[in-house]
């Protein structure tokens, strides 16, 4: 009985082990939270205020970071799309089938920014389907 209370004490005394870091603990895994807000606000910058935004964002942050570097270059190559396709669109507008094409682009612009949002706000990289990639 002796043996129990003095394993016990033992038990008692011997500190815990610390649990080894997760993987999302880990800082020097995947991008910083700084960069993935800077990459978040490329995309989201874009649907507001074309290209405009991402190529200011992208200009400033692109040497501080690989992950903004390509996520602005993505960005901005999407907006540059959307708006050749926003002209062309309201080019054909006269016939009538350019009215459904500024529709068509809007629709895609808003679910591919909001696509590239969550990806980025997880540190994914994300790269829209449908772009020209004219910045490399």
Known sequence: MDENVENQAQNEQTPPEPTPPQADENPSEGPSQNAKNMALLC????????????????LIKKDDDPYID????????????????????????????GLLL???????????????CVATSKGEAY??????????
């Open 102 to 116: 500024l529709a068509v682009v809007g629709l895609a612009d808003l679910i591919f920014v909001i696509m590239a």
């Open 43 to 58: 995309h989201l910058l874009g649907f507001f205020t074309c290209f405009i935004g991402p190529l200011i964002v992208w």
């Open 127 to 136: 790269r829209y389907p449908v772009a020209i990639r004219l910045i490399k």
């Open 70 to 97: 390509q996520q602005g270059k993505e960005a901005l190559n999407f907006q540059i799309t959307v708006t050749l396709a926003s002209i062309v669109g309201g080019l054909l507008s006269v016939i009538c089938i």
